[in-house]
């Protein structure tokens, strides 16, 4: 009888371990501030995001893109982000509309 719950216990605690994952919606916030703070830091360019898309894609991957204004000039942004819940990794790429 306890080797069953045992079981069952490892069972459910597998289970929440590998569908928890950080919110997709709360991961494209983080992007979102992360590309701004980017270029506040690092460029003279203004940007302006106007809406940041991520979509999961597999175990700790993550997709997007934003339509972007940058120094006035409205372009697409394409994202990648690797996350292990505590922090993430981006990397984006310009693309002509």
């Keep these: 009888m306890n080797k069953i ?3 069952l216990f490892f069972g459910i605690f597998l ?8 919110s997709t919606e709360y991961l494209a916030e983080q ?7 980017h270029y506040k830091k690092n460029n003279s360019e203004i940007i302006f995001i106007q809406k ?12 997007g ?7 006035g000039i409205q ?14 990794n981006a990397e984006w790429s310009f693309k002509k509309r």
């Design 15 to 22: 289970f929440a371990f590998l569908t928890c994952r950080i």
């Design 75 to 88: 372009c697409r942004i394409s994202i990648n982000v690797l996350s292990d819940r505590k922090s993430y």
């Design 5 to 7: 719950f045992s079981f």
């Design 31 to 37: 992007v979102q501030e992360g590309i701004i703070e």
């Design 65 to 71: 893109g934003a339509d972007v204004s940058l120094d």
């Design 52 to 63: 940041l898309i991520l979509v999961h894609k597999a175990g700790n991957e993550y997709i």
